[in-house]
């Protein structure tokens, strides 16, 4: 068969795969890969690649119970061939950590764009802080606690304070979903990023007890919702 045909199926495979440098780079990720790092640092992955190496050259796989935001992984295969590349395969289990329950007794519809627009404006008469705003228009009103929301973007902004410039973007993720008591939602996401790291020092809120998805990096914090209309 030919090489072709093998790395369209690797593109196609439903686990993570993952080749770094002996530095930590990134030198291939398919598909899955990308949706995966879109939620979890390359650090990390790195790092568990690392842990779960074999002793020498060659391939090793570990069972495992592994939990990463909305994902359970059982199982890690680690390869290298040589000091200059590691590979790393991630088995997702079929069941969801966590599997959220859709609970609309406190959601209206609601404009995202405008709770955002509301905490934004809240920091502004507070700081001089220049905010870049990156709208998708096209995304409709949709079911949304807007309380608990506002006080998770509050906060997320406030890691940002200090900061001379914000980006504040919607948009629809293509291609991602999260699953709620057994049906698939669409992923809206809300992205606060700057030049400046993030200032976590100020970060107060439990995400572990609602639906919202929150992924923080360095100098990004970004919050999946699910579109519910």
Same mark, same amino acid.
């Given at each position: 068969?030919? =090489?072709?045909?093998?790395?369209?199926?690797?593109? /196609?495979?439903?686990?993570? %795969?993952?080749?770094?440098? #002996?530095?930590?780079? &990134?030198?291939?990720?398919?598909?899955?890969?990308?949706?995966?790092?879109?939620?979890?640092?390359?650090?990390?992955?790195?790092?568990?690649?690392?842990?779960?190496?074999?002793?020498?050259?060659?391939?090793?796989?570990?069972?495992?119970?592994?939990?990463?935001?909305?994902?359970?992984?059982?199982?890690?295969?680690?390869?290298?061939?040589?000091?200059?590349?590691?590979?790393?395969?991630?088995?997702?289990?079929?069941?969801?950590?966590?599997?959220?329950?859709?609970?609309?007794? =406190?959601?209206?519809?609601?404009?995202?764009?405008? /709770?955002?627009?509301?905490? %934004?404006?809240?920091?502004? #008469?507070?700081?001089? &802080?220049?905010?870049?705003?990156?709208?998708?228009?096209?995304?409709?009103?949709?079911?949304?606690?807007?309380?608990?929301?506002?006080?998770?973007?509050?906060?997320?902004?406030?890691?940002?304070?200090?900061?001379?410039?914000?980006?504040?973007?919607?948009?629809?993720?293509?291609?991602?979903?999260?699953?709620?008591?057994g049906k698939k939602y669409s992923l809206i996401s809300v992205e606060i990023a700057s030049e400046n790291f993030a200032d976590y020092t100020k970060f107060n809120y439990d995400d572990n007890n609602s639906y919202f998805i929150l992924t923080k990096d360095k100098s990004k914090i970004a919050i999946d919702l699910p579109l519910i209309l």
């Amino acid at each position: 068969m030919s =090489n072709n045909f093998f790395e369209s199926w690797v593109e /196609l495979d439903l686990n993570p %795969i993952i080749s770094f440098s #002996s530095t930590g780079k &990134i030198l291939y990720s398919n598909q899955e890969a990308q949706f995966l790092l879109s939620r979890i640092s390359q650090k990390e992955i790195f790092d568990l690649a690392v842990k779960y190496a074999p002793n020498s050259f060659g391939a090793k796989t570990t069972y495992v119970d592994l939990h990463m935001k909305n994902y359970i992984f059982y199982a890690v295969t680690i390869s290298y061939e040589d000091e200059e590349a590691i590979n790393i395969k991630l088995y997702k289990s079929t069941m969801v950590k966590k599997e959220s329950k859709l609970n609309t007794k =406190n959601s209206d519809i609601t404009n995202l764009f405008t /709770l955002v627009d509301l905490s %934004i404006s809240a920091l502004k #008469s507070k700081s001089t &802080i220049k905010f870049i705003k990156n709208y998708d228009p096209s995304i409709p009103d949709f079911k949304l606690n807007a309380k608990e929301f506002m006080k998770l973007l509050n906060t997320t902004l406030e890691c940002f304070a200090t900061s001379e410039t914000v980006t504040a973007s919607v948009m629809l993720k293509i291609g991602e979903y999260i699953r709620i008591e057994g049906k698939k939602y669409s992923l809206i996401s809300v992205e606060i990023a700057s030049e400046n790291f993030a200032d976590y020092t100020k970060f107060n809120y439990d995400d572990n007890n609602s639906y919202f998805i929150l992924t923080k990096d360095k100098s990004k914090i970004a919050i999946d919702l699910p579109l519910i209309l």
